[in-house]
């Protein structure tokens, strides 16, 4: 079987698996974990990405590196309106916000 299959076999639809360093982590009141964390960057001019994966165990400590299977998820926010621009043309925006949970 060729690599490209194992591979989409693997991953699920809406999983990813997450390489990065740990950046900081906090723990909230309903005992869940959010880990930032700091991603490599695609090529020398490119940022790297931060994300936050939400977690029910500690993923590592700070400047640890890691790799995590999580799932996608997301919401959309309240719409609002732009202000008008030089034409005076507004537009709506619906915001959405992206979600990676971790997979135990």
């Known amino acids: 079987m060729s690599d490209l299959k194992q591979a989409e076999q693997a991953i699920a639809p809406c999983v990813a698996m997450v390489v990065g360093r740990v950046m900081a982590g906090r723990r909230t ?47 959309r926010r309240k719409a609002y309106e732009t202000k008008p621009d030089q034409y005076g ?9 992206v979600t990676l949970s971790a997979i135990d």
Not at 60 to 74: A, Q
């Open 29 to 75: 009141d309903d005992g869940a974990f959010y880990t930032q964390m700091i991603l490599p960057a695609a090529d020398a001019f490119t940022p790297p990405a931060y994300v936050e994966v939400r977690s029910n165990r500690q993923l590592g400590n700070n400047g640890d590196d890691v790799s995590v299977r999580v799932r996608i998820g997301g919401y």
């Open 89 to 97: 043309v507004s537009r709506k925006v619906q915001p959405v916000e």
